[in-house]
């Protein structure tokens, strides 16, 4: 099973090699997705997306340091408002806001090994891969102490729910040529293109990486209440407001029919 498994991958991997991106460097990534489009309906409760691919060598597979993957899932990323509330005169108040300039809705990272083992923090500084990294907070007021603890507060609350995780050791690595791993969507994921991020490491520095997306969307009745609610609110409030009605009047006839019997 474990054979017809890898050669399923292998021919999936090497059909997509004309699309591949020409990478500068001896090994180079091909990958695949077992959906590039995660549709999001009235029933929709998540998704998983299986990532799988191989590596493009022309040259022998080197001795030195093994070969890692790190994949990373990034939803949109717009700002997010981040407010302090201190305890005055028996009532918690407002006291201080930062803007979070960029924080992902969704975000997931996903190694073959350990995450400081497959990656230094100098090449983590560049690509901006780690959780703590991918969000942006350059905007806090001089007068405002401890701004990085704002963005500290969006990444626990966000991995509280499952939005942000680390999985590490979730990626598996054959012969130093195959990998392949499975991110879990939660259900309330944002509409948007979730950035793909696939990086080859060697020695914790990157000597590959490849990029493609992932297209969210609700679809369906979802979309047509998303739509309605957003371009035609008063349409969109006259209409609950007959189903309420019509749901209350069908109730009361129900139990009227109910006593009468």
Same mark, same amino acid.
């Given at each position: 099973?474990?054979?017809?498994?890898?050669?399923?991958?292998?021919?999936?991997?090497?059909?997509?090699?004309?699309?591949?991106?020409?990478?500068?460097?001896?090994?180079?990534?091909?990958?695949?997705?077992?959906?590039?489009?995660?549709?999001?309906?009235?029933?929709?409760?998540?998704?998983?997306?299986?990532?799988?691919?191989? *590596?493009?060598?022309?040259?022998?597979?080197?001795?030195?340091?093994?070969?890692?993957?790190?994949?990373?899932?990034?939803?949109?990323?717009?700002?997010?408002?981040? +407010?302090?509330?201190?305890?005055?005169?028996?009532?918690? *108040?407002?006291?201080?806001?930062?803007?979070?300039?960029? &924080?992902?809705?969704?975000?997931?990272? =996903?190694?073959?090994?350990?995450?400081?083992?497959?990656?230094?923090?100098?090449?983590?500084?560049?690509?901006?891969?780690?959780?703590?990294?991918?969000?942006?907070?350059?905007? =806090?007021?001089?007068?405002?102490?401890?701004?990085?603890?704002?963005?500290?507060?969006?990444?626990?609350?966000?991995?509280?729910?499952?939005?942000?995780?680390?999985?590490?050791?979730?990626?598996?690595?054959?012969?130093?040529?195959?990998?392949?791993?499975?991110?879990?969507?939660?259900?309330?994921?944002?509409?948007?293109?979730?950035?793909?991020?696939?990086?080859?490491?060697?020695?914790?520095? *990157?000597?590959?990486?490849?990029?493609?997306?992932?297209?969210?969307?609700?679809?369906?009745?979802?979309?047509?209440?998303?739509?309605?609610? +957003?371009?035609?609110?008063?349409?969109?409030?006259?209409?609950?407001?007959?189903?309420?009605?019509?749901?209350?009047?069908?109730?009361?006839? &129900?139990?009227?029919?109910?006593?009468?019997?």
């Amino acid at each position: 099973m474990r054979k017809l498994l890898l050669s399923a991958l292998t021919a999936a991997a090497l059909a997509l090699l004309p699309h591949t991106a020409a990478q500068a460097g001896k090994e180079e990534v091909v990958l695949g997705l077992s959906q590039d489009r995660v549709a999001i309906t009235a029933t929709f409760d998540g998704s998983e997306i299986l990532v799988f691919g191989a *590596v493009k060598r022309e040259t022998p597979i080197p001795q030195d340091d093994p070969l890692e993957v790190v994949v990373a899932v990034s939803g949109p990323a717009p700002s997010v408002m981040v +407010r302090r509330k201190e305890k005055k005169l028996g009532i918690w *108040v407002n006291v201080d806001s930062v803007l979070v300039d960029s &924080a992902p809705a969704f975000y997931a990272v =996903a190694t073959s090994a350990p995450f400081n083992q497959v990656l230094t923090d100098t090449e983590d500084l560049r690509y901006r891969i780690s959780i703590k990294r991918a969000i942006r907070s350059v905007g =806090a007021a001089m007068h405002i102490r401890g701004a990085q603890a704002f963005a500290d507060a969006v990444i626990r609350i966000r991995e509280k729910n499952g939005l942000y995780s680390l999985r590490e050791n979730t990626v598996a690595v054959d012969e130093q040529t195959l990998f392949r791993t499975a991110i879990e969507m939660p259900a309330d994921l944002t509409e948007g293109s979730y950035q793909t991020r696939i990086f080859l490491t060697r020695g914790g520095k *990157v000597v590959s990486s490849y990029e493609t997306a992932i297209d969210v969307r609700k679809v369906g009745l979802e979309k047509f209440l998303y739509s309605l609610s +957003r371009e035609q609110p008063f349409l969109y409030g006259l209409m609950s407001l007959a189903i309420a009605i019509a749901a209350g009047w069908g109730a009361s006839a &129900a139990f009227s029919l109910l006593r009468n019997r």
